[in-house]
Every structure is written in C-alpha cells, then in structure tokens.
C-alpha cells in the first residue's frame, strides 16, 4: 500500500467496483423496511456547484448509513431540465435549449459520478424527454375535465425581459424570480389550476408535518395567508353590477364611504366605460400596470387613484358612495375591492384626505371624542361603536359579531373566509417548456387532445426568436392541426408552455418506476415507496416547489391516484456554502484564483493592486466568491471534499468556506491511512475483540474498548437524530487520538485486539461519510466485498462504563432540552453537545450567542444567552 492515501488511485477504481456489481441498484421488497431519500434534482446548467456538492454529499451519508442498517434505500437522481433557467442560459451561450441541456446533464451527471454518490442511476429521469411530460400532459386533460384547470383572461405578473407570464410565487418583492426585472401587469389568456380549491387543507395539515422546519412551514401559512371576516355585496347604482368585497371588520361598515378596487380588477373597464372618467381611468390603469404591484411595493408609491364615474350603495346605510380604483388596492388580497373606512385604516384615511372624502367616525376610544374632520391620523384600536345605527355604544369587538348575525339576516352579506393564496397561473410563453394539450377550434372552442394523441412533442429542431420569444406559435407544422372534436383542418393548438415547476411537484412519484408505461406511476410501486422519508434542500423552494408539491399530492389524491395527501414526511433546508469575496479597484470582483499573497499582502494578479477582503456571503458567480468542485477533486479527491462540507458546520447551518478546513480534513484522512497501515503491519492473526469490557484484564484495552464503544452510540445517536455529522466525525476523531497513544510494538495479544476491533469500527462508521477511503482500508484488511454489505455496528451496553449526568439547556433562562452525557464529559463537550442538540438549534438559529454558562452539579445546567 502507499504511504498516504492517493485518491486518483483509490476513488476510480471503488466507483468502477459499485457500477459493475449494481450495488445501488433496488428493487421493490415486501420483506423489507424501505427508505426513500431525495435531494431536489439540479437545473442543467453545466457545472456542479458547492452547494450541489454540499447537499448531495448530506444525503449520501444518510443512504448509506440506512443501507447499512438494513433499510431497502431508494435513492434516485434526475434533472430538472425544462423552464427559463436552461432557456436563458441557452441563449446567453448562443446554442439551442435542447443541445445545451443534454449536454449539460452529460457533463453533471459524470462529475457526480466523480463524487461517488450513491445513486441508482436506473431510475434516472430528464424532464425535458417526452415519455415524462407526456404523463404531465395526460394529468393536465384530467384536471381539465374535472374543472380542477381552467383558463382565463386576466391580468397576470409578465416579465419583459424573460417574455413570459410568472405565478405569484414567482415575484419576489415584484421582480423576476430568475433575471430581477420589475415585473409589469399584462392581461393576457391564462390556463390556471385550482390550487385555492385546496387552501384550507394545505393549511391545516402545515401543522401535521413535524419534520419540517418551523420556519418552512410558517412561511407556508403565511402565504397560504387565512383572514377571517364578512363577504358582501356593494350594488353599482343604476346597474345590475355588483361589486363583491371581503372584510375582516366587519363592524366598521357603517364607516364605509368609498370604494377602491384593483387597477386589475375586471369591473374598473365596465364601470368607467361611457363615462367622463374613461379616458383617466384608461391611463391610470397602464400607469399603474408599470408599477410594482406587491404588498411591499405600493408602500413606495404615494396612495393614488382615480374616480371610476360611478357610484355604489352602502349597504348598511342605503347611502351612494363613489367609486375609485387606486395603486393601493391588490387583486391578490380578498376581491379586489375595499370598502374604504378613512376613519379606521391609515391608507383609506391618506387617501380621503388627499381626495377630499369625508371620513365618518363609528369606532372611538372609550371617553374620548373623535372628528373626522380634525382627526390627523386613522384610529385602528378597540373601541365604543358610534353613527352605527343599532349597535351604538357596542365594543366594537363584540359588535363583529353581532355584525355579522345582523349581516346574514338581513341578506346584506355572510361570514367568509379568504386567502392570500391564489390560482396557480401555469401558462408560460416560451419555447422550452411542456407543450399544453389543448387545441383551439373557430366552431368547437377549446378542446382537449385526444389521450391517444399523447405526447405532444415539443419540436426540438425549433429555431428561437429575439428576445427569447417562443417559435411555437410560428410553426405551422406545430401549430396547426386537425379539430379533433369538428374536424375542421384549420384549428390551432396552443402555443404556451407549462410552467416548470409543474414537471418538478411529481417527479418524485416517476422514480419510483421512472420506465412505467400504462400511467404517471406504477400504482404498486408508489404504494411500497411512498411518501419520501426524508426530503433535502434549500429554503428558497418553501412557497414554490414545496407548496405545489403539496398541492399536486391533493391533486392525485382526489383523482384516486395515490392514497395519501403529503409528499415528504422530513424536511431538511440545508445551510448555504459561504465564502468571503474580494474587490480589486481596478478589476472588481476577483475569483480566489485571481488574489495571491506577496510579502504579506493580497494583491490582484493581474495588476498588483492591493486586494479588499469583504464579508462572507453565499457563494455567488456575480461576487466570484466560488470555488470549483472539479479544482478540489483534482487535488484532494472526493472523499476529502465530503468530509469538510460535513465537518465544517451541521447540515442546517452555513457552511464557511475555509482552505485551512480542507487541509485539516486532508491530514486526518491520511493520520487515518496511516494509523491503518501502522495496525495491519503489526498486528497479525488476531481477531478483533467481540465481548464484554469487564472481561479485558488490561486497563489499557479496557479503556480503549470502551472508548470505541462510546464512540458508536455518539455517532449512531448524531445521524440517527439529526444529521449532525460534525459532532459524529469529532467523536471518530477522539477515538483516533485515542489509537494512537498505544504503542503497538508493546501491545499484547488482548490490547491487539481491542485496536483491531477498533480500526474496524473506525472503519464502518466513516464509511458514509468517506466511502472510498474505507472500502480500500476494509478490502486491505482482508474483507471481501463491499463495506457497505456490512451491518452498521452496534455498541455494547455493558461496555459503556461511564457514570452519566443529565444536562438541562436552557436559552435565556428558559428550559428548551435535557439529555444525558457521560460524567466525564469536559466543558466543550457539553457546550458542543447543548449547542447541536436540535430542540436548542430553533431558538438560536441566526442569534448573536453572547455567553454559554456551564454549571456542574448532580444535574448540569448549561445556559445559553442570546
């Protein structure tokens, strides 16, 4: 064997051992636990990144470490190839969307090769390939005919610059979720999905998910986004219109005296048609369609609006009150319509008195008088009802009510419930996408492609036009078509594209019979694999592909497909990987390559001048503070970059990058190669020691017996309970230090063994974590096979002799956890182990930790100070 560990030797020659003997390879097996573990599949973009690196390298480590434990592991890899990320980057690289893409998941899928990833590339899947989206196709005809897909016309969020419709959930503070163009309101024919049909069960069940992040699923529910209130209905004077809005105060409608709707809303166009205010109206709505339309971003602009010419009545006062539409009123919240009370909401009160509208009092602090001719500010509190016919001098929070009794009675309106969440908006005006099934027929109207004509085949040999617009609609030999329905010969299909994030919300049912033919699934094999135990990656998907996965389930559920509702029962939102940038004055940002040290300073290579070292952020092409995962293969080998994406920080945190933490995960695999060689050259025909510590005579081999057994509960308890690799490895760490005081020309045949014993757990429980590495020592000591076919080891009970002493946390003063060490447990064990336990991670998660107290007692007290 060679001196030190050689991956360029040693990681090619395991990973040609796993393809041949298919050991990733599974079946279903009824006899068998299974356990299916998924990262979200990549983009093709081409290069693998360290935060692939990072979340891939997480999820190995639990495959592995449950193959070991007898689970039947599932662990697939696909690529999420349609939508504008490969369009783009399609055309920045001036080449055609199809040619980049496959060659990308070429490249991508030999670089994860290069990382020894335990994938059954059996089930690999592209989305973009016809026998995938042809079932995306056929769900979209049964949504259609179950009335769970329409479409219609309506103003949609379009960016210019991508030239396409987005969803809500893809406008982030009213820019582009992929290029940050402010985004414009265009109205445009839209297919939609009925995602609202489910709100109140994606929101119930939010709190029926506990292996999900506390903060995932808060920002689901606040997207989901339940008011509680009053529905009625304003009457347009003079017309049979009427003008539908939602309250959640219902107590102030007596205060009610204009009306604002939506820019958007679809009666603005009616009610000022024909009237003096046409024109205005017209030329505020294209005004406003420019503007940012969120709820955080009408804040910047001032509260505007026009009258519409129209008047509306007060339902609880019979009196006629105008009608505006204002910049301030979003059709994504209620209706799209308020029933302005200056008096009791600050926007509403801005707005009357910029526009000389009256503002009526009718909720007022109890022994106070309020005018709203003098009043400088609305009042929004509890108060005594006033000007509110029957219920005056009612607290006003009983008279919401009471309000509401009187509302129904009287016919006037009902209690309701609205969402912030709303319809799913799925058209895309691109090329590189999902085609829709639908054809449009001048006599039959909107008709759905036969399911025997499925799939509609995206034309990859379609040439794109400027600005990225699709060439679809260009296409006769696409677009036209036969009516299916009249036979009419010239009917069109449609030319819009599903929405990307439709391939990626079931993508992880087609792995479980990624080459089934008769369905979306194999109904049998979903059944044995279903739902994904354990779900990995970041934190920016909670209300896009995590929601819509959530919905689709429901979707599948309701059409009998599938017999349960949640895809995912644990959820692990992974940290980012971090490093910080460098500026140079003349050249800007700096790659890492492109800063060398000269006499002590950083200076830039190529011009010399002295380099800024800024702040450590996310790792970012932009800022050039990336590292190259192909560099570090080249120099360290996977097994060594694996190992310091685990070390460096627990799976939820960011991970720091560090090229000192590389070279220190770089010496302990090598202190371990050798230490390895050391063991097998000396110790010859022993077995490793297999019974009980009280039946060792030697105090050396009975502490380091111990010790090892120690080390097999604390790793087995750190991936089993929380992936807290980190901890695990310090723990294999300690025993190693432990290792190397023996001096093994001195050892007897008892201590021999307890070291073979020990080498060989060393051995197992770093397997997942730097399985090459292992395989090579395991095979070097005489083993045949894999070592992932070896059983994962199991401590001895009665060989854990160490008193132990309940730890109590707490945060601030506040109980948070308790667990149990053992009693010779130093102060940074402790504080290590209170700080990585995951009931104390939530309530110091992005915390300054300004102090860690210890107190040792018959209990040790550790509190934490934030």
Request: aromatic fraction near 10%.
């Amino acid at each position: 064997m060679e001196e030190r560990y050689i991956p360029s030797q040693v990681e090619p020659k395991w990973q040609e051992y796993w393809k041949n003997t298919q050991l990733f390879k599974v079946e279903e097996d009824s006899s068998r636990e299974k356990y299916y573990l998924l990262e979200m599949f990549p983009y093709p973009s081409g290069k693998i990144h360290m935060g692939h690196v990072r979340n891939y390298t997480i999820g190995d480590v639990v495959v592995r470490y449950k193959r070991m434990r007898g689970f039947n592991v599932i662990h697939p890899m696909g690529w999420d190839a349609f939508g504008m990320p490969a369009e783009n980057a399609a055309i920045d690289n001036n080449t055609h969307p199809a040619a980049w893409t496959y060659d990308n998941i070429r490249s991508m899928r030999a670089q994860l090769k290069k990382m020894g990833f335990s994938y059954d590339w059996d089930r690999e899947i592209a989305t973009c390939r016809p026998e995938y989206y042809r079932w995306e196709q056929w769900l979209f005809l049964k949504m259609l005919e179950k009335g769970m897909a329409y479409r219609k016309e309506s103003y949609v969020n379009w960016c210019e610059k991508c030239q396409t419709v987005l969803a809500n959930e893809q406008v982030e503070q009213d820019k582009c979720w992929r290029c940050s163009q402010v985004v414009q309101q265009k109205k445009l024919w839209q297919w939609f999905f009925k995602i609202t049909d489910y709100s109140e069960d994606l929101l119930l069940h939010c709190d029926q998910l506990p292996g999900w992040p506390d903060n995932v699923t808060t920002m689901q529910k606040n997207w989901i986004g339940k008011s509680v209130g009053a529905e009625l209905d304003f009457k347009v004077d003079g017309s049979d219109e009427v003008i539908n809005v939602f309250t959640t105060r219902p107590d102030t409608i007596f205060g009610a005296t204009f009306m604002c709707l939506a820019p958007e809303h679809p009666l603005v166009e009616t009610l000022s048609r024909g009237t003096d205010q046409e024109t205005a109206v017209n030329q505020f709505v294209d005004k406003v369609s420019r503007q940012e339309r969120s709820a955080e971003g009408i804040e910047k602009y001032e509260k505007e609006g026009v009258f519409t010419g129209t008047y509306c009545v007060n339902p609880a006062t019979g009196e006629k009150i105008p009608v505006y539409t204002a910049n301030f009123v979003l059709m994504g919240y209620g209706t799209g319509a308020i029933m302005s009370v200056p008096s009791g909401d600050q926007r509403d009160f801005d707005f009357a008195r910029k526009y000389g509208l009256e503002i009526r009092v009718v909720v007022q602090p109890e022994g106070e008088i309020l005018d709203g001719a003098t009043m400088t500010e609305a009042y929004t509190g509890r108060g005594i009802m006033i000007n509110s016919g029957q219920f005056n001098g009612m607290d006003s929070k009983e008279a919401i009510e009471k309000m509401a009794d009187w509302l129904e009675a009287s016919g006037i309106g009902k209690r309701a419930v609205s969402f912030r969440l709303r319809d799913w908006g799925i058209s895309r005006q691109r090329y590189w996408g999902t085609p829709i099934p639908v054809i449009h027929c001048p006599s039959c109207g909107v008709v759905p492609v036969p399911e025997t004509d499925l799939p509609i085949i995206l034309p990859e040999d379609a040439n794109l036009l400027a600005k990225g617009q699709s060439p679809l609609p260009t296409l006769d030999y696409f677009a036209r078509t036969t009516c299916p329905a009249c036979g009419r010969e010239d009917a069109k299909r449609d030319t819009d594209t599903m929405d990307t994030f439709v391939e990626s919300s079931w993508y992880y049912l087609r792995y479980c019979s990624p080459r089934y033919d008769k369905g979306m699934f194999d109904p049998k094999a979903v059944e044995y694999w279903m739902p994904v135990d354990q779900y990995i990656g970041g934190v920016e998907h909670a209300v896009l592909h995590l929601l819509y996965s959530r919905y689709f389930l429901r979707v599948l559920n309701t059409l009998g497909l599938v017999p349960f509702k949640e895809p995912f029962t644990r959820l692990l939102t992974q940290g980012m990987v971090c490093k910080e940038t460098m500026t140079c004055p003349e050249h800007g940002y700096l790659f890492p390559e492109q800063g060398e040290k000269q006499d002590g300073n950083l200076v830039c290579t190529m011009c010399g001048k002295d380099v800024d070292v800024g702040r450590v952020i996310k790792m970012s092409k932009s800022k050039k503070n990336v590292v190259n995962p192909n560099e570090l293969l080249e120099k360290y080998g996977a097994d060594v970059t694996r190992l310091f994406c685990l070390f460096a920080a627990p799976p939820e945190r960011d991970l720091e990058w560090s090229e000192d933490g590389v070279e220190g995960s770089n010496r302990f695999v090598n202190r371990v190669w050798r230490l390895a060689l050391t063991c097998m050259e000396t110790i010859q025909g022993v077995d490793a020691y297999k019974g009980a510590a009280d039946s060792l005579k030697g105090d050396q081999a009975k502490e380091l017996y111990i010790k090892a057994n120690q080390t097999i509960q604390k790793v087995t308890a750190d991936i089993e309970t929380n992936f807290h690799f980190n901890t695990a490895i310090a723990a294999v760490m300690e025993l190693v230090n432990a290792m190397y005081t023996i001096e093994l020309e001195k050892a007897d045949d008892e201590l021999k063994s307890v070291i073979w014993f020990c080498l060989e757990n060393v051995l197992l429980l770093l397997s997942p974590i730097i399985p090459h590495f292992c395989e090579e020592l395991f095979a070097h000591m005489g083993n045949k096979g894999s070592i992932l076919e070896q059983p994962w080891p199991e401590f001895r009970k009665d060989s854990m002799q160490t008193d132990e002493v309940v730890v109590v946390v707490q945060v601030n003063g506040k109980l948070r956890a308790k667990f149990s060490m053992g009693a010779d447990s130093n102060e940074d064990d402790i504080k290590s182990a209170a700080l990585g336990d995951s009931r104390i991670v939530k309530y110091i998660e992005g915390k300054e930790i300004r102090k860690i107290i210890v107190i040792r007692k018959k209990q040790t007290l550790v509190n934490i100070v934030v």
